[in-house]
């Protein structure tokens, strides 16, 4: 990482007069190269999806050398897995900070299932999710990456059940599962992801959605006294 270029530029060797990113740089500067390169990376990802995209036609983008992003990520798998990282990583931040801001309760948890399904249901998520389960079975390495990338996006939404389990009208034996089902109902398990872009759906209809999953989800783990208990046949 200390060996990745950024402070000055050199000319390309084509002869071309392109000038590439090389030396040394400070922290600012490889924090923002890292940056570019991954708004690049994911760019050309979701124009040419895994198997179309290159190192060299990424790092031509990005006006850097294919030395540089070799040195930073080693192969586009990793690079690829740095892409989703980062956007694992701005989610679970934002999330964080706002439930240790917040009261916990229904309105809260509504707000959170809004946030959550605007961002899973993003064109840019929904495409590189795609991508995801086309490669899953080609790259090894990949399954046990995005699965722990996937218990990372979940911890947020558990802490915020763990404090929900304190109250007294609620009962959440198994915060685990509950995280997964909180976020299947809200963003509508993979109903999405089998449909094309334009049944995405808008702001009034997602709200709709999360209104009703909420109160699903609250229903199914509201303390009952013994009148109110479910029969079953």
């Not at 090389?22 to 050309?44: D, F, I, K, M, Y």
Request: proline share 3%.
């Amino acid at each position: 990482m200390s060996e990745v270029m950024v402070t000055s530029t050199s000319t390309d060797p084509s002869g071309k007069g392109k000038k590439v990113l090389t030396g040394r740089p400070s922290r600012q500067a490889s924090e923002a190269l890292h940056e570019h390169l991954l708004a690049v990376a994911t760019q050309h990802f979701l124009e040419y999806g895994f198997q179309g995209s290159s190192i060299e036609r990424i790092a031509k983008e990005a006006q850097v050398s294919k030395l540089t992003i070799y040195r930073q990520y080693q192969n586009k798998t990793n690079l690829f897995i740095a892409v989703i990282q980062a956007g694992v990583d701005q989610y679970r931040t934002t999330v964080t900070d706002w439930i240790h801001t917040q009261a916990i309760n229904e309105a809260m948890l509504f707000d959170l299932g809004v946030y959550l399904a605007q961002q899973w249901l993003s064109v840019t998520n929904i495409r590189l999710s795609r991508i995801i389960i086309a490669e899953v079975q080609r790259i090894e390495e990949l399954s046990d990456m995005i699965h722990e990338l996937m218990q990372q996006s979940r911890r947020p939404i558990e802490e915020f059940l763990e404090k929900l389990n304190q109250l007294p009208e609620y009962h959440i034996p198994n915060i685990h599962i509950a995280a997964i089902q909180f976020i299947q109902l809200c963003v509508s398990g993979h109903y999405f992801l089998l449909r094309n872009e334009s049944h995405l759906p808008n702001a009034t209809q997602l709200e709709e959605n999360i209104r009703a999953s909420v109160h699903l989800f609250l229903n199914g783990y509201r303390v009952r006294i013994e009148s109110d208990q479910p029969r079953y046949p």
